[in-house]
């Protein structure tokens, strides 16, 4: 098994390449093309939690599962995939990027989803958070949507400020006007209480969620969700157990649709310019394998260049 480090995977793939990667994932579940159990998690009694998640679609060489740990006392996430033969179940590749891809495929799937479902004249981008995930949201985001101004709030405002500073954002001081402010409203943060309210949302504005995948986090008033006209998930049954979807109501969850089934033209998203849109991602093993075997793909690739001696510029 040949182990690549993060370095090696960082220059392996590109945020054009992660939207890319998520594109796939998301089109092949709603094609029904993907082999994905059920992801497993575990949270110690001492902080934390581990996330294993993993997927095979159908037709590729490879298989792949991830590692990710996060939330651990003075500690940053973290983690790595395994890429498997998908003939013989032989490890082929240990990627340790360090929570690399995690990060990336996360913030691609959002950007990929605000694409999907935020009005087209949307320009006013806040993100909520100031942590790696809101970094890489801004940055997947300005990718799919170069055209945005970004605004940034968050409850460190130290944090908050140096994160605007480096990513050439607004920090925003008055959250429930920035929020009223916004086309689209990112959170990215490990809130265990409601941070956006309903009241505070404009007819128009597409939010989207990536904070919460456990049960009992929570970034989206229940309100907010019974109020949203159009609510999109990776996976609707694994939202209902660990996303924003756990706390909506009945109502909520039999209209909840997959970003899958709406990309393959299966299920409507937006189809008015003033209804509030919602994408509740919790993150599933399939962006794992799609963003792994790209990252494989460039590294064979690259060893045939040098076989060659042609080289190939990193991604970025």
């Known amino acids: 098994m040949q182990v690549v480090d993060r370095t090696t995977v960082a220059a392996s793939v590109s945020w054009s390449d992660a939207l890319s990667a998520a594109r796939r994932a998301f089109r092949a579940l709603g094609d029904g093309t993907v082999d994905q159990p059920d992801q497993f998690e575990m949270r ?18 490879v298989l792949c599962f991830k ?31 360090d929570g690399l891809l995690t990060e990336m ?24 958070g100031a942590g790696g995930q809101a970094r890489a949201q801004i940055h997947a985001h300005l990718e799919a949507l ?32 920035a929020v009223a402010a916004s086309d689209i409203v990112v959170t990215a943060t490990s809130s265990r209480t409601p941070l956006i309210q309903a009241a505070w949302v404009r007819p128009g504005t597409h939010l989207t969620a990536v904070g919460s995948d456990t049960p009992g986090k929570q970034e989206l008033a229940a309100d907010l ?28 969850r039999d209209r909840a649709v997959t970003l899958g089934e709406v990309l393959t033209d299966r299920r409507s998203g937006r189809t008015a310019n003033e209804q509030i849109t919602v994408a509740d991602l919790c993150g599933l093993g399939a962006q794992n394998a799609t963003i792994a075997e790209l990252v494989v793909a460039r590294l064979l690739a690259d060893a045939d260049s040098r076989r060659a001696g042609t080289a190939r510029p990193p991604s970025r």
């Not at 495929?105 to 909520?128: F, K």
């Not at 140096?162 to 001081?173: I, Q, R, W």
């Not at 990776?234 to 109501?249: I, M, R, S, W």
Request: charged fraction near 20%.
């Open 67 to 97: 590692v990710a740990t996060g939330g651990f006392p003075g500690a940053d996430p973290t983690g790595f995939t395994v890429v498997l033969d998908a003939a013989t179940g032989a490890p082929r590749w240990l990627l340790a990027d």
């Open 105 to 128: 495929r996360t913030a691609a799937a959002g950007a990929l989803a605000t694409a999907t479902l935020a009005r087209p004249d949307a320009r006013r981008l806040l993100v909520v």
């Open 225 to 252: 969700l019974a109020r949203a006209e159009v609510v999109v998930c990776d996976n609707v049954e694994l939202a209902a157990h660990a996303g924003e979807l756990q706390h909506g109501n009945r109502d909520v």
């Open 146 to 177: 170069p055209h945005l101004q970004v605004t940034v709030w968050g409850r460190d405002r130290a944090r908050t400020a140096a994160l605007a500073a480096d990513v050439g954002a607004e920090p925003a001081d008055d959250f429930s006007a």
């Open 44 to 61: 110690p009694d001492r902080g934390g939690e581990l996330h294993i998640k993993g997927a095979y679609l159908r037709g590729s060489a």
